[in-house]
């Protein structure tokens, strides 16, 4: 079983930061491609930023050059920084291990494993 457990949410003023983390244990490792997702209230799930265990990373258009992703790896842990924060960021946001072999990091059906989420609010 594997187990990811998010943090960092919160809520803050627009044009602020935040810094989620993911920590993932259980039966799996730093090899995994991990994502992050976000949920706003009366919208589908959307795919917000991937990681591989390498360099390659990928962000929705929406947050890039706004949110930057990353990983440490000795700590099993992924992180999203979230600046210039705007009140459409305002979501549940997931963290998510990639199925090895799904040939997918944006669709939700690419992930096996997903963290129960974490808060984000901006007020504007």
């Known amino acids: 079983q594997v187990q990811l457990i998010e943090s960092g949410g919160g809520l803050v003023q627009a044009g602020g930061s935040l810094r989620l983390s993911c920590a993932a244990s259980g039966r799996t490792d730093s090899s995994y491609t991990m994502g992050w997702f976000r949920q706003a209230p009366g919208k589908e799930r959307e795919f917000v930023a991937a990681?591989?265990?390498?360099?390659?990373?990928a962000y929705a258009d929406s947050v890039k050059g706004r949110f930057t992703i990353s990983r440490d790896n000795a700590k099993n842990t992924v992180y999203l920084q979230m600046n210039s924060l705007k009140p459409e960021d305002t979501a549940v946001y997931y963290c998510a291990r990639n199925r090895v072999g799904s040939g997918t990091y944006i669709k939700q059906a690419g992930y096996d494993y997903w963290g129960q989420g974490t808060q984000v609010t901006v007020s504007s």
């Open positions: 990681i591989s265990w390498g360099t390659f990373t």
